[in-house]
């Protein structure tokens, strides 16, 4: 249990205590109650697995998860624990397999991850062997509810998590479907190591206030600027939320100039102006926009570079992120090489994703000393509202309101 004297600072979600990105038992707590409860986690995309046989491995928090399809076309999740005696089953990120076969003693499970028998059952030369009331029926890794939605494939652990539209909301999942509007090609995945707690990421992506502060090319090049036309909308629960930044009108924005930001860089140039070239394949002049889904869910597009972003929590002070770069089965060959290059301006080598994780980092470090400290959450006010504006921190607070709901803080 968590410490009796570690209490949440005031009644609302405008201050953050840091011992909540700390503590080993809240951390422990959280794979229980959020990630192993009554939530939809992200486990693939259908493209992904698009034969029966195909799987991809995966976690929901650090539980390790199998999602494949069946030799009905349904799709399937499940522990990837062996029934005997634990191990993995899969032992790789993806592959094709009609049954998973354990590497230990050869138990042998199918697409659901029933046991389908364990090897010498019957014993050797009539010696050994398992009892005679051995029942292959009654052993099994944990089974995942699993349900889609725009290619998307979430599973949970628990029977009470509400269908993935009412759980997410009807404004957010219209964000999320406004990109997600035909079949998806994958075109390149790889990992970036985070050295935080991640909660500190997930706030980050719900944080419209700090992105054209902390990112310089955001700023400079006018991506998207707190000066630009967009909005946030956070989810009834708090728990989800979108946020998107429509085109700079090309307009002084004498506002934005005013503060002097660092991060805005008028002496730097582009060498190559393609990296900002925009294809309005959605035809609304929205170009950036982020969704989350909690606990680990994100969906990016920047100009018409699109990536899944999965938090993936390894103990208080690690996240692995693991992005998915996309891009739509009907993409010419123009566009596919439009969406490569500017995947390079949000991935981790890149200029945006990079700042994102050195800032948890920053955070972390800043606050070693400070576990009965709080963060302030004050900016657009004290409630957890959509708004027109993203100068303003509601959907951090939304976070922690459904966070406090989940683990009953
Ligand atoms: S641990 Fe898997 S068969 Fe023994
Ligand atoms: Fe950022």
């Known amino acids: 249990m968590i410490n009796a004297e570690q209490k949440w600072p005031e009644g609302d979600v405008t201050r953050i205590p840091y011992w909540l990105y700390q503590d080993q038992e809240v951390y422990d707590r959280e794979q229980e109650k959020l990630f192993l409860g009554p939530v939809w986690n992200y486990l693939c995309l259908e493209a992904e697995i698009p034969e029966s046989g195909d799987y991809l491995t995966n976690f929901v928090g650090e539980m390790p998860v199998i999602v ?11 522990e990837n624990r062996c029934a005997h005696r634990g191990s993995l089953l899969a032992l790789k990120n993806k592959g094709r397999a009609k049954n998973f076969v ?3 003693h050869a138990w042998r499970h199918d697409f659901k991850g029933n046991v389908l028998s364990a090897a010498f059952a019957q014993g050797v030369n009539g010696q ?3 009892p005679t009331d051995f029942d292959v029926s009654q052993y099994g890794p944990r089974k995942l509810r699993v349900t889609t939605l725009g290619g998307l494939v979430f599973g949970t652990l628990s029977d009470e998590t509400p269908p993935i539209l009412d759980y997410l909301g009807e404004a957010v999942a219209a964000r999320l479907l406004r990109v997600l509007h035909k079949p998806l090609r994958v075109y390149g995945r790889y990992t970036q190591i985070l050295p935080h707690n991640w909660k500190l990421y997930f706030e980050n992506i719900k944080d419209s206030y700090h992105s054209s502060i902390l990112h310089t090319f955001f700023s400079t090049f006018k991506v ?3 000066s630009q036309g967009g909005g946030l909308i956070v989810s009834e629960s708090g728990a989800h939320h979108s946020s998107y930044s429509l085109s700079h009108t090309g307009e002084q924005d004498s506002e934005f100039e005013k503060e002097q930001l660092r991060s805005n860089q008028a002496n730097f140039k582009l060498q190559d102006k393609g ?8 035809h609304d002049g929205c170009h950036v926009q982020a969704v989350t889904m909690m606990p680990g869910f994100v969906l990016q597009t920047v100009h018409n570079s699109i990536a899944v972003r999965h938090v ?6 690690e996240t692995h992120l693991r992005w998915t770069i996309l891009g739509f089965a009907d993409d010419s060959e123009d566009l596919l090489k439009m969406r490569m290059k500017q995947s390079n301006l949000v991935g981790p080598a890149g ?8 800032i948890g980092g920053f955070v972390r470090r800043g606050t070693a000393q400070a576990s009965g400290q709080s963060s302030v959450v004050l900016m657009g006010g004290r409630d957890t509202v959509s708004s027109s504006t993203r100068t303003t921190e509601s959907a951090i607070r939304g976070f922690w309101k459904a966070y406090r709901s989940y683990l009953e803080l």
């Open 351 to 358: 200029y945006v994703s990079m700042e994102d994780g050195a």
């Open 312 to 317: 993936l929590p390894k103990g208080p002070n």
């Open 102 to 104: 354990c590497a230990y």
């Open 275 to 282: 990296l900002l070239d925009i294809t309005d394949e959605y």
């Open 68 to 78: 494949n399809r069946g030799p009905d076309g349904g799709i399937y999740a499940f």
């Open 128 to 130: 050994g062997g398992m």
């Open 224 to 226: 998207s600027r707190l």
